[in-house]
């Protein structure tokens, strides 16, 4: 198991204590030679999976897209238009965050095989004071969602939400990036609060590997426009910095895209030292599946925090859209087994569906007779979210048995998935698409079940001797949640450090 010598840490200031992140390792590095991008959403609410088949719309359809009244910086609903036909995509939405509609989410992986991860990244104090009330544009949740639709790869998802930047503005909550990937490449794409329309590209290449912690750029030229291949941005990228005195561009000095337009310190130490870290096992051997499981699995980036975990393996040379594979764990991948789901995968078990647990608002009423049947299923995020609190509270105790199981549980489907895409294959060859997509689907439904069953016996064990051992700890306050900056609070297996 890849282990992280590194603890990740908390944001200060307006930013959230525990923030979406990417780690992105480019294809010539990769043992199986495609792209991997791989990662968490880290947020409080209801998570659930779905995939979205492909949908089509009459002329004229539109989607409505920004914020509201209740957000951090209070907003206004926009129309725009929607495209004749969307594509088909694997996606872990969630059900709340403050003044953005749901359901939200941060990405997934389309039919296309792009992939995309959604992470924070805080503008500078000035720009966020700029940005107009009420602010009108496109959030973060919509872009993800828009890429997912239409992107048919990573470089046209820069292009796509570059293109809805500058017509239709971007609602923010501070500051945002996105990191899109395909089997050949990978984008890292900021947009800025202030309502000004800014936003910044930068590609990162197949010899590459990136973490995103918050999301980075640094030194730009200021031609940057000039080489299309490498960047792509706003026009008055470079022109609002100067106009506030941001930069002079007679200094002689780079654009530092950090220092103008962001905190000005750059990549975080422990960014730094995973990203070398993931570079010095590189140089002893190529990266394999298995490995960047165990980094987005590690104590040190996976608790409490995490809805979900994902990795998305973007193979070069697949033949066929529905055979391009998303590994999720159903909540923070410290406790909870990847399962891998195909994009020919036609339906999710009704346990990984959604619930009424943490979603938005769903406590002031009695559940429908529609939802009836749905709800009465178990749900797998607490399953796991349960084995997480009585694994975490003893990690130095259950954490290495939870791991290796949840490991050689990973092993046997990675292992199974060629022998699985063979006899998919076959089918599809032979014209029977449906089939193939049957034989995806059963698999992947099967492991998702497997995986639960796997959960509640580890659950089963580790709840009995728990309370053997430790006894039981009742609270005691009648505070359930506590505060994003409160750190001690937070339910992990490992410690983490401040951001600076």
């Known amino acids: 198991m890849l282990i992280l010598g590194v603890v990740l840490g908390l944001c200060?200031?307006?930013?959230?204590?525990?923030?979406?992140?990417?780690?992105?390792?480019?294809?010539?590095?990769?043992?199986?030679?495609?792209?991997?991008?791989?990662?968490?959403?880290?947020?409080?609410?209801?998570?659930?999976?779905?995939?979205?088949?492909?949908?089509?719309?009459?002329?004229?359809?539109?989607?409505?897209?920004?914020?509201?009244?209740?957000?951090?910086?209070?907003?206004?609903?926009?129309?725009?238009?929607?495209?004749?036909?969307?594509?088909?995509?694997?996606?872990?939405?969630?059900?709340?965050?403050?003044?953005?509609?749901?359901?939200?989410?941060?990405?997934?992986?389309?039919?296309?095989?792009?992939?995309?991860?959604?992470?924070?990244?805080?503008?500078?104090?000035?720009?966020?004071?700029?940005?107009?009330?009420?602010?009108?544009?496109?959030?973060?949740?919509?872009?993800?969602?828009?890429?997912?639709?239409?992107?048919?790869?990573?470089?046209?998802?820069?292009e796509i939400v570059g293109n809805l930047i500058d017509r239709y503005g971007y609602a923010t909550y501070g500051g945002n990036s996105h990191f899109f990937a395909d089997a050949?490449?990978?984008?890292?794409?900021?947009?800025?609060?202030g309502g000004k329309r800014l936003w910044i590209a930068e590609r990162v290449g197949p010899d590459e590997i990136r973490m995103s912690y918050p999301g980075y750029i640094l030194e730009i030229p200021l031609d940057f426009a000039k080489h299309p291949d490498r960047y792509r941005g706003s026009r008055n990228f470079i022109s609002f910095a100067v106009e506030q005195r941001w930069y002079d561009p007679k200094s002689g000095k780079p654009f530092d895209v950090n220092a103008m337009y962001q905190s000005g310190k750059g990549r975080?130490?422990?960014?730094?030292?995973?990203?070398?870290?993931?570079?010095?096992?590189?140089?002893?051997?190529?990266?394999?599946?298995?490995?960047?499981?165990?980094?987005?699995?590690?104590?040190?980036?996976?608790?409490?925090?995490?809805?979900?975990?994902?990795?998305?393996?973007?193979?070069?040379?697949?033949?066929?859209?529905?055979?391009?594979?998303?590994?999720v764990a159903a909540t923070g991948a410290i406790t909870t087994p990847f399962v891998p789901y195909w994009i020919g995968v036609e339906k999710v078990p009704p346990e990984y569906g959604k619930h009424?647990?943490?979603?938005?608002?769903?406590?002031?009423?009695?559940?429908?007779?529609?939802?009836?049947?749905q709800e009465a299923s178990q749900f797998a995020y607490v399953t796991f979210k349960r084995l997480m609190y009585y694994t975490c509270d003893k990690p130095e105790k259950f954490l290495p048995e939870v791991t290796e199981a949840l490991v050689a549980f990973e092993n046997q489907s990675i292992g199974e998935i060629p022998v699985v895409e063979g006899r998919a294959d076959k089918l599809f060859i032979a014209g029977a698409a449906g089939?193939?997509?049957?034989?995806?689907?059963?698999?992947?439904?099967?492991?998702?079940?497997?995986?639960?069953?796997?959960?509640?016996?580890?659950?089963?064990?580790?709840?009995?001797?728990?309370?053997?051992?430790?006894?039981?700890?009742?609270?005691v306050q009648d505070q359930m949640s506590g505060s994003d900056d409160d750190r001690d609070a937070l339910v992990g297996c490992g410690k983490t450090l401040p951001w600076e």
Do not use: C
């Open 435 to 475: 089939m193939a997509r049957d034989e995806l689907t059963t698999y992947s439904n099967q492991r998702a079940l497997d995986a639960l069953r796997l959960g509640e016996a580890l659950l089963a064990s580790i709840e009995a001797r728990h309370r053997l051992l430790y006894g039981y700890r009742a609270p």
């Open 12 to 158: 200060t200031g307006s930013d959230h204590a525990w923030a979406s992140y990417a780690i992105f390792v480019g294809k010539h590095l990769t043992a199986d030679g495609g792209t991997m991008l791989g990662g968490t959403g880290d947020e409080p609410s209801s998570h659930w999976l779905e995939i979205v088949p492909r949908k089509t719309y009459p002329s004229g359809a539109t989607i409505r897209v920004g914020v509201d009244a209740r957000a951090n910086f209070p907003g206004e609903f926009i129309e725009i238009p929607q495209v004749r036909e969307t594509a088909r995509y694997i996606t872990m939405n969630y059900s709340e965050y403050e003044g953005f509609p749901a359901p939200i989410t941060n990405g997934g992986l389309n039919e296309f095989g792009v992939a995309a991860r959604d992470v924070w990244s805080s503008s500078r104090q000035e720009l966020q004071d700029m940005t107009p009330k009420p602010q009108r544009g496109v959030n973060y949740s919509d872009l993800s969602r828009i890429v997912m639709e239409r992107a048919h790869s990573a470089r046209e998802a820069v």
């Open 184 to 193: 050949e490449e990978g984008w890292i794409l900021i947009e800025f609060a």
């Open 356 to 373: 009424r647990y943490l979603s938005s608002r769903e406590s002031e009423g009695f559940v429908t007779k529609d939802f009836q049947i």
């Open 268 to 327: 975080s130490p422990a960014v730094k030292v995973i990203e070398e870290r993931l570079r010095q096992r590189v140089a002893a051997g190529k990266l394999t599946l298995r490995e960047l499981m165990d980094t987005v699995r590690d104590p040190l980036v996976s608790g409490d925090q995490n809805g979900y975990g994902q990795v998305a393996s973007l193979r070069a040379g697949a033949t066929r859209p529905d055979q391009n594979l998303l590994w």
